[in-house]
């Protein structure tokens, strides 16, 4: 088991970049245990380039037993509770969708710059988010292999999910599509920020602000990329964020968004 934990600096990390890793998040036994469920579940061979034949493939959620406990390891508990309130997120029931990427010489069409969206709204195509992050309470990057800059890691806008907020807030409750927010504003608002890389080793786990902007890439490397990427829950529908607590008790999910919103609020 890694040894990092969710201190005070990556509080204030989370705070400013709108993400944070912990390095060894998930024991590698756990890891070797979830990808050999995932690889029994795809046609291509890990080991076999010649089976390859496609950039990226998508397989759906992953519930057995190995995937709860990766989600559920006693450091990410505690970092669930110190970036998204103590009492106030489900216990993760698996680890949802897995991309898993190849090297390939065609572009998976994909790789566009966007933010999470997590409810559907009735004659819509495109997922919603709102300001208050109806549905979601971060989104969680768990590398199940070893990713290095060429291997297709995701890409992220370091400091992007301070400007969101202020591109969801007009549309108050009902939220937008992720389409519109993305494509009316928030994109080429946030083109000049600094990029990172999720790189890093099989079972490193990257805890991120619902509204980081972030893309994907095509793979440069050599071995199949596989990374899942589910959303940390609210305990309770419509607990998701509250910008106003009379206690003044908001998680640094809640600050970050109120920091976006400062003018505004």
Do not use: K
Not at 101 to 109: L, V
Request: charged share 25%; net charge negative.
């Amino acid at each position: 088991m890694g040894t990092e934990t969710m201190d005070d600096a990556r509080v204030d990390r989370f705070l400013r970049d709108g993400f944070v890793v912990l390095r060894g998040a998930v024991p590698g036994d756990l890891v070797e245990r979830c990808r050999e469920i995932l690889w029994r579940d795809l046609p291509e061979d890990p080991d076999d380039p010649s089976t390859w034949t496609r950039p990226v493939a998508r397989l759906g959620g992953y519930a057995q037993e190995p995937f709860r406990l990766a989600a559920n390891t006693p450091v990410l508990r505690a970092a669930y509770d110190r970036l998204a309130g103590a009492g106030r997120w489900a216990e993760p029931g698996g680890l949802g969708t897995f991309p898993v990427r190849f090297p390939h010489p065609d572009a998976a069409g994909d790789d566009g710059w966007h933010i999470e969206g997590s409810y559907a709204m009735d004659g819509e195509t495109w997922p919603f988010a709102n300001v208050f992050s109806r549905g979601r309470l971060m989104l969680l990057l768990f590398l199940f292999s070893d990713v290095s800059e060429d291997d297709a890691p995701t890409r992220v806008r370091i400091g992007s999910h301070l400007e969101t907020p202020r591109h969801l807030q007009r549309a108050g409750e009902a939220g937008l599509s992720v389409l519109d927010v993305c494509t009316n504003g928030l994109v080429d608002a946030t083109a000049g920020l600094p990029e990172a890389l999720v790189t890093g080793r099989a079972g490193d786990v990257f805890l991120c602000h619902p509204f980081l902007v972030h893309a994907a890439q095509s793979h440069r490397g050599r071995v199949p990329r596989v990374m899942a990427q589910p959303p940390l829950l609210p305990r309770q529908a419509g607990e998701e964020v509250r910008l106003e607590r009379p206690d003044g008790d908001y998680s640094p999910v809640e600050i970050a968004i109120r920091r976006g919103l400062a003018d505004l609020l």
